[in-house]
């Protein structure tokens, strides 16, 4: 509708494969990577990774990421990754589902979520679970969002730098120059809850 429109656009902070339009973004990939590194330099070595539909771009590259850092450290990443699929990447759904895990299932001791929204929902199912962050389990984001320095335990993350990302759409839109495709480098923030590996969450 919008292209038919003739209304100029960019897309932020995502991209879509069928659209042959432009957009800027953060490198995706990178910054997992970024995040996936931090947690193995931890002592992590069975990571949960909460992504979303297999057929989601992002939850694919993202995905692609934390594979890289796993090969970078020389490492298999299925030893290391712990990939579960949410319906949807977010706080209630990612509660839920952390909630609901047998214990036979938490053999995990970090988790990297696809968003801090999802990442938030996990960390509540988690200290309900008797389970201290990040001594028990580490919990990073993506996104770095304006609650997640603010949580009772503040949330480790990767940052978009939307800001930034806002101002150059602007300027594209301005400059009529929709179609190009535009990388950010993402930035890992390290807050309250990650930490060194301590033990098995058994």
Known sequence: MLENSGTPFIFATAYYPKYMKGYVMTDLSDGERLAIEYLIDSGHRRI???????NSPSNFTRISGAKLACANRNLNSKDVLDVRRLPLPTFDVAYEYVKDLSDSDM????????????AMGAMKALTERGLKIPDDISIIGY??????????VSLSTVSQNTHEIARICVEKIMEHKTDERIIIKPKLIIRSSTGERRGNTK
Do not use: H, P, Q, Y
Not at 107 to 118: H, K, P, R, S, Y
Not at 143 to 152: A, G, P
């Open 48 to 54: 949960m990774f909460l992504g979303t539909n297999e």
């Open 107 to 118: 053999d995990f001791t970090a988790v990297a979520a696809i968003n801090d929204m999802t």
């Open 143 to 152: 996104d770095n969002l304006l609650f997640s320095e603010l949580s009772t």
